[in-house]
């Protein structure tokens, strides 16, 4: 999947890309980071490789320095809800010009729907939710400045 964005994101350095669903992983996970290209040190500062690089806005965006640009709210920084513990597995990763452009974020929010969700938490045993009609994943939403 890289390969193919990779060659779109080559082929037209304008183009406005986003990646997004159920990754199964965490985005620090180094599957969900192969999607993400080549590491950043500051969106703010184009460095050559920004046509080929992806942000996950359900993560946190680099800025100078240590700094971070986190989009999803503290309390919707999950998608499902394994055992107890909250999980960001639906990401939404999308090209810098969709992120950042003309010196501004262009993000204009992101949610996790967590409220739909609520109460749920999953197991281990797949069995535990046969019959169960309802999602264990909260959707989530990114709205952009177009």
């Known amino acids: 999947m890289r390969r193919f964005v ?3 994101m080559e082929a037209n350095q304008d183009l406005h890309t986003i990646v997004l669903g159920d990754l199964n992983d965490d985005p620090k ?3 969900s ?6 590491t950043d040190k500051d969106i703010t500062t184009p460095d050559g490789k920004g046509h080929v690089r992806l942000y996950n806005l359900t993560d946190a965006v680099p800025l100078r320095g240590t700094d971070i640009r986190e989009f999803l709210p503290t309390e919707e920084r ?11 597995l639906d990401q939404i990763m ?6 950042f ?3 501004d974020f262009q993000v204009q929010e992101v949610r996790s729907f967590v409220d739909l969700i609520e109460g749920q ?8 939710r046969v ?3 309802v999602s264990d994943h909260a959707p989530v939403l990114a709205r952009f400045v177009l």
């Open 6 to 8: 990779n060659a779109e």
């Open 29 to 31: 996970a180094a599957t």
């Open 33 to 38: 980071q192969i999607f993400l290209g080549p």
């Open 78 to 88: 999950f998608t499902r809800v394994h055992e107890g513990r909250g999980e960001i």
């Open 94 to 99: 999308a090209s810098r010009g969709l992120v």
């Open 101 to 103: 452009r003309n010196g």
């Open 121 to 128: 938490s999953i197991t281990d045993d797949p069995n535990d």
């Open 131 to 133: 019959g169960v009609a």
